[in-house]
């Protein structure tokens, strides 16, 4: 059945799956109030006012400071994207938009980018900077990555950055990307994962969600997740080195470009 952005309910998740409509958890309005400040305090990853330092300055150059020095990612995900003109982008957890804006130029006035968020500050952010620099071909629309306001396969592409890893039903929202992308769409997300699992008193840490940490999976376990949802070719890149995982000690906690491929 196709999906449509009707109004959304809350969900309650836990990390053993499962939801409940109507009903919010502690995990989901902390991590939402996090990046609300986020978006009122126009912070990023990098700190107030600090330069990009996720994305080489020639990816960035043209956009206004405060959208090209604005975000809460963990990596660059256009490196493994390979958009192509006219193709439709989806990008979970957009924010303040500046993926989104990148992806535009990449895919033309020809092509089409959603972003979803569910902090309306950051949506808020996101139209009004989208208003300000005239760009057409984007849009931004309110939902959770569990229960995302997108047709069935309609996207081409759908991209990432350090947003996953906060849901507390990960394999729902593998399950949504694989609805949502056409036959032979691809996933590209740079994310945070560990190296072993996290102890169960970090996990529990609802402070530690909205920091990326309490909420990333094993990374064997993203990768069972992706699999068991219908993804194939799916691959794993640590942010830093490809060969760094080998030495990492258990439960470390690190940035990976994660990759993967709907069957045709």
């Not at 394999?171 to 590209?188: D, H, M, S, T, W």
Request: aromatic fraction near 6%; charge should be negative; include cysteine.
């Amino acid at each position: 059945m196709t999906k449509t952005s009707d109004p959304l309910p809350v969900l309650d998740s836990s990390c053993c799956g499962g939801t409940s409509p109507n009903s919010t958890t502690p995990i989901r309005e902390s991590v939402r109030e996090y990046y609300a400040a986020q978006a009122r305090a126009g912070a990023s990853c990098c700190g107030s006012g600090k330069a990009n330092l996720l994305y080489p300055e020639e990816l960035v150059t043209g956009l206004p400071g405060e959208v090209a020095d604005f975000t809460l990612g963990c990596g660059n995900p256009f490196t493994v994207a390979a958009m192509q003109p006219g193709e439709t982008v989806l990008d979970l957890g957009s924010g303040g938009g500046l993926d989104c804006f990148l992806s535009a130029r990449q895919v033309g006035e020809s092509g089409h980018v959603i972003g979803v968020d569910m902090t309306p500050e950051m949506l808020e952010r996101a139209r009004a900077s989208a208003a300000r620099m005239g760009v057409g071909n984007v849009e931004f629309r309110e939902g959770y990555l569990e229960s995302l306001p997108v047709e069935d396969n309609s996207v081409d592409v759908v991209i990432s950055n350090c947003v996953i890893n906060l849901s507390p039903d990960k394999p729902q929202v593998f399950r949504e990307i694989f609805r949502v992308l056409k036959p032979g769409g691809r996933i590209a997300v740079s994310d945070t994962v560990t190296n072993g699992p996290l102890a169960e008193a970090v996990k529990k840490d609802v402070q530690a969600w909205g920091a990326c940490i309490a909420g990333a999976l094993d990374v064997k376990e993203y990768i069972a997740g992706l699999v068991e949802a219908g993804f194939e070719d799916v691959t794993v890149t640590p942010k830093d080195d490809s060969q760094r995982m080998k030495a990492m000690p258990t439960e470390m906690v690190f940035s990976a470009i994660l990759s993967a491929r709907k069957p045709n």
